[in-house]
């Protein structure tokens, strides 16, 4: 309970630290709130994502996943093909006679085929497992940049993410009945409440369906076919997002 409050607490804390400034703490000679260069008072817009419905559909994402999904089959072919040789030595050990020189060399050889299997798998995981990880960062490296711009686009200076409920994101255990998975889904959620007009995630779908071009980006130039994003909405409230 004591951790319950500490993280209520900070929770609390992190939530003044996005509302406008009260009178009383501008600074001395200050009674005016920030504004822009327009001379318009400032807010924070809030805006969220759904990154696991955004990657779904992005095509570069797909074609990453359709390649993946090939060779984890041609792994998967080659460590048969394996177990098989091995099935193989097996049958010819159960003809030898025990105790012969024969079966004394096909048992070693046996040994030896088991241990090389054993070895070439822990070694192919490892390798598909590298190409996951390059993958995931590129995909994130990718929506890292589309968000940014998505979000400046529509005039956003924060975005949260959402998540499915009761589909675990981050490698936890898999719930064992639907009520673990109620309380699991609970646990993991960041965004309790979000308007529809908030939501990026359909424009974001729609950016990323035109190949990124990382340069432009980062060189602060607008991207041929990305600036075509309509401004959100603005919530209704006092400008800071909703939530």
């Known amino acids: 309970m004591a951790n319950f409050r500490i993280r209520i607490a900070a929770a609390l804390a992190a939530l003044a630290s996005l509302l406008p400034a009260q009178e009383n703490t501008n600074p001395p000679g200050s009674d005016s ?7 318009r008072v400032r807010g924070v817009t809030i805006g969220v994502v759904d990154l696991d419905k955004a990657i779904d559909q992005y095509p570069k994402a797909i074609a990453e996943r359709d390649r993946l999904q090939k060779l984890l089959q041609e ?11 091995i099935d193989g030595i097996k049958a010819d050990l159960s003809l030898l006679k025990e105790g012969s020189d024969q079966r004394e060399l096909k048992e070693w050889e046996l040994g030896k085929a088991m241990n090389d299997h054993k070895a070439l798998a822990s070694l192919l995981r490892a390798q598909f497992d590298r190409q996951v990880e390059r993958f995931e960062i ?3 490296q990718d929506l890292e940049l589309a968000v940014a711009q998505v979000a400046k686009d529509r005039g956003v200076q924060i975005v949260l993410r959402v998540r499915p409920q009761g589909v675990p994101s981050d490698g936890g255990k898999e719930p064992a009945n639907a ?3 109620r309380l699991q ?9 979000h308007a529809d007009e908030v939501d ?3 424009a974001l779908i729609k950016y990323l369906l035109v190949p990124i071009d990382v340069k432009k980006i980062e060189g602060g130039k607008p ?3 990305k600036s075509e994003t309509p401004p959100a909405p603005k919530p209704a409230g006092n400008g800071n997002g909703g939530l």
């Open 33 to 39: 709130k920030p504004t822009d260069a327009a001379g």
């Open 223 to 225: 991207e041929a076919g």
């Open 179 to 181: 009520q673990q998975a």
């Open 200 to 202: 990026l995630t359909p």
């Open 185 to 193: 889904g609970f646990n993991r959620r960041d965004v309790w409440y």
């Open 75 to 85: 792994l998967g072919d080659r460590l048969n093909a394996e177990s098989k040789r």
């Open 138 to 140: 590129a995909i994130y």
